[in-house]
């Protein structure tokens, strides 16, 4: 069965450090990853994903994600938090059960990232 | 664009009573799909269309609930009749075959059944 996990309910980090949300995924076959982010009383808003190609992969707000294929893992980075970045991160792997280019996505539980001034 | 469309964005009714919560996509975009956002269950699916085909309504909780797409510019949610088990936010999101896993997100219609 696929799935995504976030080890991590949540995340504290000071402003100015850098910041690692978790997640692993189980997959049959090569994967597609996601992350999105919720910011309070808002929908999901898409960050990044990762296909093929390089397994570091940037996205939105300075955000980036590094793909492990023997760790299965799929870590969100930034350098430098900010406040603003605080707000609920989903990481998500897409279903391959409808197979071609559905966009059925399996998200985890979300983790919340909190950063302190 | 002005982006996934919800609405209401706040609906409060009592036990019983039908709710009916109202979607429109992103012009363009074929997949339609409609979470609900609770504490304690977190994110859940439950209906996926394509092309306003239901592909995957296994999420739906029980005959109480139905969706229809009647058109690729408006999709609906009901809930007949409704319980106080159901408050949560109800999301909608689209996305294209084109871009897969990139879904764009309604900002929700948070609903509570006293």
């Known amino acids: 069965a696929q799935s995504v996990a976030q080890p991590e309910d949540q995340v504290n980090v000071a402003e100015g450090n850098p910041l690692t949300v978790k997640c692993t995924y189980s997959?049959?076959?090569?994967?597609?990853l996601f992350w999105y982010v919720q910011y309070p009383n808002r929908g999901l808003q898409f960050l990044l994903k990762?296909?093929?190609?390089?397994?570091l992969v940037k996205g939105s707000y300075g955000f980036e994600a590094e793909f492990n294929k023997s760790q299965t893992s799929f870590h969100l980075k930034k350098p430098s938090a900010l406040v603003s970045d605080s707000a609920l991160y989903f990481c998500?792997?897409?279903?391959?059960?409808?197979?071609?280019?559905?966009?059925?996505?399996?998200f985890g539980t979300g983790t919340l990232l909190a950063v302190q001034p | 664009d002005a982006g996934v469309i919800q609405s209401p964005r706040h609906e409060v009714t009592e036990m019983g009573q039908e709710v009916t919560l109202r979607c429109k996509p992103i012009s363009g975009h074929n997949s339609l799909f409609w979470y609900r956002q609770t504490m304690m269950r977190g994110l859940e699916l439950l209906i996926y269309f394509n092309n306003n085909v239901p592909i995957d309504d296994s999420g739906m909780p029980e005959d109480r609930f139905s969706a229809k797409m009647p058109n690729a510019s408006f999709s609906t949610l009901k809930i007949q009749p409704s319980e106080p088990r159901d408050s949560a936010v109800y999301f909608c999101?689209?996305?294209?075959?084109?871009?897969?896993?990139?879904?764009?997100f309604g900002e929700g219609s948070r609903l509570t059944v006293l």
């Open positions: 999101a689209s996305g294209e075959d084109s871009r897969p896993g990139e879904l764009f």
């Open positions: 990762y296909i093929t190609g390089d397994n």
């Open positions: 998500a792997v897409r279903d391959i059960r409808y197979g071609g280019a559905t966009n059925k996505l399996i």
């Open positions: 997959v049959s076959g090569n994967p597609y």
